[in-house]
């Protein structure tokens, strides 16, 4: 809507006292009659309150006349293409930095039948409603049996710096030393050769990036190990057997009816061949199968969310609950075959116990 000077306005109202139309007056200044005729009314009603308050008021027009230097109008080249020259010259530069892979591999080479992969993550390491045990145990059995390999889906660290309640924050250690709790869990990992891939996390990376665009826990991930800093798809050869793998910390969607929504989101607009869809964020363990994709000699790709070992009044509040839970599949190195497991249904050292059975 145009707005009309005050001075005009005045103008208008005496035309109207003569006798012109709204019509008449809209064609003659170039603008609806509607918008001329609710203009008036403001104006009418602040007019009639500055002078039952005794104020003065201006009916000069303050509005600022904007002249645009030669160098801006039409026919001369304009500032944008500057801009975007620097911006290539940025792109340049930066361009490793600013490299987007939603796509990388990992080999696993083995003698054995079966390889075990482990999904977990939503550690929230550094946070005192954590039972550092329910890790701990996972990772030992993963260290300690050579066939053996887990790949995170995000939140390693707690990171106080954008919660909401007081509560929370002084329910942790210093993040500081969260960052080496992180740092020498993943080395170790690394230097075993069991860390296949992982992912951002809203906690351990994206609140970092929100307050100073930078996150120790992301430049220390991207220097270890294979890391997705959003979505992507790990392709995993045991031997010569190909296992496509979807990964991202969470998507975009949910449902009180299908704790799997997600993934069918990610399936229908991401990576509809993927083998298993993994994710983790709502601390609660979660899994599925979606029979409209069909993936290679694997026809039903596995659609799975991690638990998490986090569970704290703070979170319960708006989120329910947490559930500690991962997911173990058992990978064929001789043919594409996949086996899952879940240690809310069988217990840890018989997930072992079925693993070692079947390399014997």
Same mark, same amino acid.
């Given at each position: 809507?145009? !707005? ?15 006798? *012109? ?5 809209? !064609? ?11 203009? +008036?009314?403001?104006? $009418? ?57 939603? +796509?990388?591999?990992?080999? +696993? ?28 145990? *996972?990772?030992?059995? @993963? ?7 887990? @790949? ?16 929370? %924050? ?9 960052? !080496?709790? *992180? ?19 809203? #906690?351990? @990376? ?31 050869? *045991? ?9 991202? #910390? ?12 997600? #993934? ?9 061949? +993927? ?7 709502? #601390? ?38 947490? %559930? ?11 043919? !594409? $075959? ?12 018989? @997930? ?9």
């Amino acid at each position: 809507m145009e !707005k009309l000077r005050d001075d005009l306005i005045e103008s208008i109202i005496e035309e109207k006292e003569n006798g *012109v139309t709204w019509g008449e007056i809209a !064609k003659e200044i170039g603008i609806s009659p509607n918008s001329i005729r609710f203009q +008036v009314y403001k104006y $009418k009603k602040r007019k009639r309150f500055v002078q039952e308050s005794g104020f003065i008021m201006s009916t000069v027009d303050t509005t600022p006349k904007v002249e645009f230097p030669e160098k801006f109008r039409e026919g001369v080249e304009w500032n944008y293409k500057k801009w975007f020259e620097l911006i290539k010259h940025y792109r340049e530069v930066n361009g490793e930095a600013l490299k987007i892979e939603t +796509v990388k591999s990992a080999v +696993v080479k083995t003698r054995s039948k079966w390889i075990m992969l482990v999904f977990s993550g939503d550690w929230h390491l550094g946070s005192y409603y954590v039972d550092p045990d329910k890790v701990d145990k *996972v990772l030992d059995g @993963i260290i300690e049996h050579k066939d053996a390999y887990i @790949i995170t889906v995000g939140d390693l660290a707690d990171n106080f710096r954008r919660f909401r309640s007081t509560e929370a %924050i002084f329910s942790q250690i210093p993040p500081n030393d969260q960052l !080496k709790i *992180v740092r020498s869990l993943i080395e170790r990992l690394v230097a075993t050769g069991k860390l296949l891939a992982t992912t951002w996390g809203n #906690h351990d @990376i994206a609140f970092d990036e929100t307050l100073s665009g930078y996150s120790p826990i992301k430049e220390l991930l991207k220097e270890k190990t294979t890391f997705f800093d959003g979505l992507g798809k790990l392709n995993l050869r *045991v031997n010569d057997v190909e296992y496509k793998i979807g990964l991202t #910390h969470s998507y975009k969607g949910s449902s009180i009816y299908n704790p799997n929504h997600e #993934h069918i989101r990610f399936l229908k607009e991401q990576f509809p061949d +993927v083998d298993i869809m993994a994710m983790g964020h709502r #601390h609660f363990p979660a899994s599925n199968w979606f029979p409209i994709f069909k993936s290679g000699e694997n026809p039903i790709p596995y659609m799975i969310r991690c638990g998490s070992p986090k569970d704290c009044p703070h979170s319960s509040r708006y989120y329910g609950r947490a %559930i500690n839970g991962n997911h173990y599949f058992l990978l064929s190195s001789e043919k !594409k $075959k996949l086996l899952w497991l879940n240690d809310l249904t069988i217990e840890f050292e018989d @997930i072992i116990k079925i693993f070692k059975s079947l390399n014997n």
